[in-house]
């Protein structure tokens, strides 16, 4: 850029001429100037002998850019064997990958934007593997190397803040827990107060041993929920749990009935009426990878009929934020007293013989129907 910016660009890329006038000349020894002052005095030997800018440039291209098999070959491994360390900054492992990657596109070597992404992706570590599956799960010509690099920055940032508000609240508990045994090192007075739980005196709700006892067991049935939430998912041999491919654009927030389904599955939060978090649960996708489930509930669907407007509980529905639309899983549907079946462009939801939601399907290669509310 130096050279560009003093004018002196050409006498580098083209050849001395046979009778080069004053002008030339001078942007020649000017350059040679620009270059001897630019680089380390460890490189000088590389030039000492050269008698034009051009010569200087080559001998310095042939030492730093060589092109031949060997180099472009340990590049390319330096490339493809980048990751993020655990104490690197997000910043500069994205910056250390594309130095090598310039390197290799100075030397004849293109890597396309698209592999350039997904090499930033295939480098993070274990505890990354929820973003890169929620990127995979976008469509190619969104997945820009722009866009990925601003959704890492982004999650770095968010993982940082989180780690220093829990170091912050560990400290402030911490100094808390001093302060207090400091203040109550003489004698500790006894709780005379009522407890608002159990009415016995003596203690507080927080230290009530029944009421520890009832929120366990609550914990414990929550968790058995989550469990059989997911339990024919465990036991099929195949292991299928959503088909989300469809030859046609799926609706965000739209409901499609999924035969291949093994449990109801949502991305919509505000659908549950009853909600309990869990930890989290692999639920796989049709091509193989899996998504992160963060909690099951209970919610109701709304299906306009011809003359009115039915409710139906839908029970045990996965939370699955990165899933690309709503699904009923038949198995589930049947196993909770409805009747599905499928007759010429319309799928019907019935119990006990009386007609619940009649709804026009959308035929795919997947056997999944989408149900309009």
Not at 93 to 110: A, H, K, N, P, Q
Not at 135 to 145: G, I, K, N, S, V
Request: with cysteine.
């Amino acid at each position: 850029m130096l050279l560009i910016r003093e004018g002196t660009w050409t006498t580098v890329q083209e050849d001395r001429p046979d009778e080069p006038d004053d002008d030339w000349v001078k942007k020649d020894e000017k350059a040679q100037s620009t270059i001897s002052l630019s680089i380390e005095d460890s490189q000088i030997v590389h030039i000492c002998k050269c008698g034009s800018a051009k010569e200087m440039w080559d001998e310095l291209q042939k030492v730093h850019e060589r092109a031949n098999l060997s180099n472009k070959l340990y590049l390319m491994r330096r490339l493809y064997q980048a990751k993020l360390k655990p104490d690197q900054d997000m910043q500069n492992y994205i910056r250390s990958t594309l130095e090598i990657v310039e390197r290799l596109r100075g030397i004849g070597e293109e890597i396309p934007d698209f592999h350039i992404a997904a090499l930033l992706l295939s480098g993070l570590p274990d505890n990354y593997e929820t973003l890169v599956t929620a990127l995979d799960a976008r469509p190619d010509d969104e997945l820009t190397l722009e866009y990925v690099k601003g959704k890492l920055i982004d999650e770095y940032r968010r993982r940082s803040d989180s780690s220093t508000t829990e170091s912050d609240k560990l400290e402030s508990a911490l100094k808390t827990k001093f302060k207090g045994k400091a203040a109550g090192a003489g004698s500790t007075p006894r709780e005379t107060r009522e407890c608002f739980f159990c009415k016995k005196p003596g203690h507080l709700k927080n230290d009530c041993r029944a009421w520890k006892a009832k929120m366990s067991k609550l914990e414990k049935a929550s968790s058995q929920k989550a469990k059989s939430a997911v339990s024919d998912a465990e036991s099929c041999p195949e292991s299928s749990v959503a088909f989300t491919i469809n030859v046609d654009t799926l609706s965000s927030n739209g409901w499609y009935i999924d035969s291949g389904a093994t449990s109801h599955m949502t991305n919509d939060r505000n659908f549950f009426t009853e909600f309990s978090e869990t930890k989290p649960v692999k639920v796989t996708v049709a091509n193989g990878q899996y998504m992160m489930s963060e909690g099951v509930g209970d919610g109701y669907l709304h299906c306009q009929t011809s003359d009115d407007v039915k409710r139906i509980l839908v029970k045990d529905v996965l939370y699955v934020p990165a899933l690309e639309t709503n699904l009923l899983s038949v198995k589930r549907l049947t196993k909770q007293g409805n009747v599905v079946t499928f007759e010429g462009n319309n799928c019907i939801i019935s119990t006990d013989r009386m007609l619940r939601v009649r709804s026009p399907m959308i035929h795919t290669s997947l056997s999944v129907r989408r149900l309009t509310l």
